[in-house]
Structures are given as structure tokens and as C-alpha cells.
């Protein structure tokens, strides 16, 4: 049935069939935002992991007491997360799984997600494992001379710095949001190299656009 002034009813310019006029379609711009993030999670988490395992974990301090004089200090140092446990190393992982990321599509990004959360929850134990036995693990060593700097014998005294672990766990934290992200998103995301170009400039839809003046005359 035709309308009642006679004239057919045309399909506004450029509108896509099966779509209402003016409505755009699924934008992908959100795996793309996603991918973006969590590259920047990973990498802070590594960064922080690294920073916070190569800072002071327990501070050693040797004294003898010395008659009439009283207690005189012949030594300090300290051991690093590193030296407790091999957690630069196991960040430092965490890099290779960007190659991961940007060499997989779809499925196989689950894969990566997976060894990212294992190799985070990894950490974590490592890092809370480490930061608990601290004290006692540089007593022992003091004690057995093998700590450079602190002679076996006389007596000690240890002290534990706080920001070393902290932000090892933090950077493990990050790293298990990344992983989280991947396995929850990751078959979305684009090519690893689209994630950091400018998206393509859309033309602003006009549904209701007439002909252009200037045609038939």
C-alpha cells in the first residue's frame, strides 16, 4: 500500500540494511581500551615487583659487648627480596607473556591468561612466604657466617623494612588483574600492534539526509 501522497519511500543514503537508521552497530573500541589497560597493569606490576624485590627485606645489624666499654657495632648490611626468593626473576616473566599476547588470537589467549594468573598467584606466594620468614632467615644466616659483612658471633639485631614487600604484593596484585582480564576478555581484543593505533575517523550518520543540493540541477 502506497502512502497517501503518492511518493514511494526511499531508504535514507548510506543507511545499513537490517539495521535501524541512525543506530550504529557494536563498536569495538572496548577490546581495544581493555587490551591497552591491562598491558599497562602487567607492565606496572612487573615494574613493581622488581622495584620492591631489590629493596631492603631485613636489616642486620652485629654487635660485641666489650667490657667497660659497653656494646660496639662491628657490621650491618641487609638482604633483599631477591635474596629470599627468586622474585625478579619470576616478574620478569610476566614480559614474556606480553610476546604471548601479542602472537595469540582469540582462543590462545586464554592460554596466556592462565600462565599470567599462575605465574601472579606464584609470586604472591612467593613474596608473602619470603616477607614471613624474613627475620628468621637472616638470623640464620647471620649466625652460619653467610652474611657478607656481618660476623658470625656476637650479637644481632634485625630489623624489617615494610615498603619492599609491599610493593612486591602490590605489583602481584596487578599482575592477577591482568590475568583476570585476559582470560575474562582476551578472545576480544585486537592484534596487538591495532591497540595502539588511532581508530579510523567515523563519518557522523545522517538518517534523515535529503539529496545533496546541487544534484539534478
Known sequence: MRPADGSRARASPGASPGLPSGRAGPRPDGGRRSLQVTLLVLLAGVL?????????WAGLEAAVSVPDLGSTRVGATHLTGNDLAPLSGLALLGLALVVGIAVSRGRGRWLV?????????TLLVQAGTAAGRARSEAERRARQGQVVGVPAGGDLRVTRPQAGPLLALAGGALLVLAGTETLRRGKSWPALGAAFRAPPDRPPSRPDAGEPPWEGD
Open 48 to 56: 613493581l615487583v622488581v622495584v620492591g624485590a631489590g629493596r631492603p
Open 113 to 121: 591468561g592462565i600462565v599470567l594468573l599462575a605465574l601472579a598467584v
